[in-house]
DNA sequence: ATGAAAGCGCTAACAA
DNA sequence: TTGTTAGCGCTTTCAT
């Protein structure tokens, strides 16, 4: 193995000088410069990760925390994952995957050996079991979500709440007077998790506002339970006109069962999706929708955890404002 | 910070001494065990990771790769980088997150900087620019999938030959004598992925051998193509009574399709995929498949790594059996 | 602008 | 069964 005393004596200065170098901590004349790089490149030198982190304590290393269970639409957590490491890399750091089975347990460990320099926390609950954890490492975290009491953490998150009401307005303005939120499964709301309870306040508070009727339906992910939720929406409320959809996998399958029960999509009935933009757009009929921009919360936690590393200052709460595309499904009412 | 000498000395015993009671590689007395292990708690010690990696040479940290492009199904990937955490964390291990993007270099780097012990790497193509770095790489590591020339590696992954064969198989054994393959999306037999090609090669040996009259067609994974593919294999292939899907998405579209166009599944048509088995089961009609166990092909990997770094033989190539499960979509050719 | 040298915290020979 | 000690390869003060 070719180590930092091999380079400094291959390119006649001292390792100190050599390390000064990479890290640009220092400044080095252009000449000894030089003869470094043509050194390390001509040696392939690496320098060792466990000794850089011994040495410096940074491991330059960040943990990702990925939840694993029911109402989650894997591939928006999957694109957020590689969208961290995407960033990461661009901030010289690597990525740990810790899956939320591993619990605080795992947190306290990757925290406490230094094999991390920092944490992203997914899917964070109202009351999260790790905030008080989070709130006693020593090392920065960001949280994607809001939990119910947030101060002393660092959170980012689409402004669900927006995103609802977003999804209200824009059936207001197309004329429908009667609308629906079909939402995530009963389970993701009696775990309280923020999100789902966010767009259900954003949505009704829009409703009301604009004096338009509104119900809320959580709704299992399958396509069995969205065909029996469209009968029972034509069912129970004859007047529905507009339709929010929070459940990505539901999102199709309910358009169709809606037209399987004789109504014309968007001209009977307008659908809003609350979902990644890939997914609105390569429906049979390209979706109107809120995107859910996995990607830019990925990178945007990345971000404010580099700040955090560097000790500068970041918000507590980043909320990303919610970005409506109107596609096919929805139409002033009445055709 | 806690460190070893800390917990020594108030355990009464030499820093070696705690080291080897951790890592259990020379035989310590009960009762200073007892001490030391109380000490540990105690004090709240946590090694640093870098410093015994430094020390070790080993991080105890697996790298993954993984694939992150058209035509691979996500939840796949994911499950499968669940279990590979989750079996890792057995043995003791973390994973650290690469993306297909890093290429060469990234595994290159993770490698020569000690970062990682060992590598896991998905969706390995045909002819892979990764192999010959990876067979010179000073690290072990595990591919999933068959490249064309696997000599001095070890791989695993489902038989997906004899996945092709098994649903042939079973199709002819219910009557079947017309079948066709919808297969992966062009792209994915364009870069020569091994697995399209080998369901392609199983399907049409076990047609064949049976004397069936077969077809293959690559499919996009859209509803749409799904349509389309559904009217053309009926307009071509007036005969046909058995389907076999190998793509993921496009199987409940599929189906879906089959039916709008007046053929009922499964009296008039029988579908098989190969597919995970909870979509299989979670469809409207369970559908008849052979599972791609991702779960098990990551511990399975995990395990050929640890035995790997133990310098134990490994087999060069894995091939998990395949296992049919019919359920709903298949029936005797005629009802 | 550069060098010398003292650790960082741990493991594993070597010694007893 | 346990202790002593020399590194592991790097960073960073302190000097110059």
Not at 145 to 151: D, H, I, R, T, V
């Amino acid at each position: 193995m070719v180590k930092i005393t091999d380079v400094a004596r291959h390119a006649g200065v001292s390792p100190s000088t050599v390390s000064y170098a990479l890290s640009g901590k220092r400044p080095i004349s252009e000449d000894t410069r030089q003869r470094i790089e043509a050194s390390i490149r001509e040696l392939g030198y690496r320098p060792h990760a466990g000794a850089r982190a011994l040495a410096s304590s940074r491991s330059n290393v960040l943990a990702l925390v990925i939840p694993f269970r029911t109402g989650i639409h894997v591939p928006v957590v999957m694109q957020f994952a590689v969208s961290v490491v995407t960033s990461a890399r661009q901030h010289d750091h690597d990525v740990l995957l810790l899956t939320q089975e591993e619990g605080e347990e795992g947190l306290r460990r990757v925290a406490d050996t230094a094999l991390v320099d920092a944490l992203i926390v997914m899917d964070v609950q109202l009351r999260d079991a790790r905030l008080p954890l989070l709130r006693t490492l020593d090392r920065p975290s960001v949280l994607i979500g809001f939990p119910a009491e947030a101060a002393g953490l660092t959170c980012i998150d689409l402004d669900f709440a927006a995103a609802g009401g977003a999804c209200v307005t824009h059936l207001a303005e197309l004329g429908h007077r009667c609308v629906a939120l079909v939402g995530s499964p009963p389970a993701v709301y009696l775990r309280q998790t923020g999100f789902a309870q966010r767009v259900t306040q954003g949505f009704t508070a829009a409703a009301d506002e604009r004096g338009l009727t509104s119900t809320v339906h959580p709704c299992e992910a399958t396509p069995a339970a969205a065909q029996a939720m469209a009968e029972r929406l034509l069912r129970e409320h004859p007047e529905l006109t507009g339709v929010v959809v929070h459940n990505e996998p539901v999102v199709q399958p309910l358009i169709e069962a809606f037209r399987r029960l004789g109504l014309r999509v968007p001209e009977d009935l307008s659908v809003v999706a609350i979902c990644p933009d890939e997914l609105a757009e390569q429906a049979p009929t390209p979706i109107s929708s809120v995107a859910v921009p996995s990607a830019e919360v990925g990178t945007r936690a990345v971000e404010l955890l580099m700040r955090k590393l560097d000790r500068l200052d970041v918000p507590e709460a980043t909320l990303l404002p919610p970005r409506l595309t109107r596609r096919a499904t929805t139409a002033p009412r009445g055709g």
